[in-house]
Protein backbone atom coordinates (compact mmCIF):
# COMPACT_ATOMS: atom_id res chain seq x y z
CA UNK A 1 0.00 0.00 0.00
CA UNK A 2 1.15 3.58 -1.19
CA UNK A 3 2.37 5.91 2.21
CA UNK A 4 -0.41 8.17 1.52
CA UNK A 5 -3.12 5.61 1.53
CA UNK A 6 -1.31 4.49 5.00
CA UNK A 7 -2.27 7.97 6.16
CA UNK A 8 -5.35 8.29 5.10
CA UNK A 9 -5.25 10.47 2.85
CA UNK A 10 -7.23 8.81 0.22
CA UNK A 11 -8.62 5.42 -0.88
CA UNK A 12 -9.18 4.08 -4.23
CA UNK A 13 -12.37 2.05 -4.90
CA UNK A 14 -13.52 0.94 -8.36
CA UNK A 15 -17.00 0.50 -8.86
CA UNK A 16 -17.48 -1.08 -12.22
CA UNK A 17 -15.42 1.62 -14.39
CA UNK A 18 -15.20 4.02 -12.47
CA UNK A 19 -12.69 5.22 -9.89
CA UNK A 20 -13.88 6.61 -6.72
CA UNK A 21 -11.63 8.32 -5.02
CA UNK A 22 -12.61 9.01 -1.28
CA UNK A 23 -10.75 11.86 0.14
CA UNK A 24 -10.06 11.56 4.30
CA UNK A 25 -9.84 14.39 6.35
CA UNK A 26 -5.96 14.35 5.74
CA UNK A 27 -5.89 15.59 2.46
CA UNK A 28 -6.90 19.52 4.82
CA UNK A 29 -2.75 18.77 5.83
CA UNK A 30 -1.70 17.84 2.40
CA UNK A 31 1.23 19.77 2.00
CA UNK A 32 3.28 20.25 -2.16
CA UNK A 33 5.98 17.60 -1.18
CA UNK A 34 3.09 15.31 -1.51
CA UNK A 35 1.31 16.39 -3.97
CA UNK A 36 3.04 14.71 -7.07
CA UNK A 37 2.92 11.24 -5.09
CA UNK A 38 -0.66 11.70 -4.18
CA UNK A 39 -1.14 12.54 -8.23
CA UNK A 40 0.25 9.50 -9.31
CA UNK A 41 -1.82 7.02 -6.78
CA UNK A 42 -4.95 8.60 -8.49
CA UNK A 43 -3.38 8.81 -11.78
CA UNK A 44 -1.77 5.75 -12.62
CA UNK A 45 -4.52 3.44 -12.97
CA UNK A 46 -6.14 6.09 -15.27
CA UNK A 47 -3.07 6.34 -17.72
CA UNK A 48 -4.37 2.93 -19.84
CA UNK A 49 -8.31 3.82 -19.34
CA UNK A 50 -10.23 4.97 -22.54
CA UNK A 51 -12.61 7.36 -21.26
CA UNK A 52 -11.69 7.30 -17.37
CA UNK A 53 -14.79 8.22 -14.63
CA UNK A 54 -13.41 9.70 -11.94
CA UNK A 55 -15.27 10.32 -8.80
CA UNK A 56 -14.25 12.08 -6.13
CA UNK A 57 -15.79 11.26 -2.33
CA UNK A 58 -15.33 14.53 -0.54
CA UNK A 59 -18.26 13.63 2.19
CA UNK A 60 -15.50 13.21 4.72
CA UNK A 61 -13.57 16.89 3.87
CA UNK A 62 -14.36 19.61 5.52
CA UNK A 63 -12.30 22.38 4.12
CA UNK A 64 -8.79 21.83 1.71
CA UNK A 65 -6.13 24.28 0.18
CA UNK A 66 -4.40 25.06 -3.21
CA UNK A 67 -2.22 22.04 -2.60
CA UNK A 68 -5.05 19.42 -2.79
CA UNK A 69 -7.19 21.82 -5.88
CA UNK A 70 -3.67 21.07 -8.09
CA UNK A 71 -4.14 17.22 -7.76
CA UNK A 72 -7.69 17.90 -9.02
CA UNK A 73 -6.37 20.07 -11.65
CA UNK A 74 -3.47 17.47 -12.70
CA UNK A 75 -6.42 14.40 -12.39
CA UNK A 76 -8.65 16.48 -14.67
CA UNK A 77 -5.99 17.10 -17.05
CA UNK A 78 -5.19 13.74 -17.56
CA UNK A 79 -8.96 12.75 -17.35
CA UNK A 80 -10.58 15.67 -19.98
CA UNK A 81 -8.19 15.19 -23.38
CA UNK A 82 -9.14 11.07 -23.27
CA UNK A 83 -13.04 11.87 -23.39
CA UNK A 84 -13.63 10.80 -19.56
CA UNK A 85 -15.75 12.46 -16.63
CA UNK A 86 -14.17 14.01 -13.22
CA UNK A 87 -16.98 14.61 -10.86
CA UNK A 88 -16.75 16.15 -7.15
Request: glycine letters at 6%; aromatic letters at 6%; proline letters at 6%.
Amino acid sequence: MAPLENENVVDLEWHGDALVVVARGAVETLNWALVEEAADIVLDPLRETPSPLVVFDMSDVKYFGSVFMALLLKCQRIVKPRGGLLVL
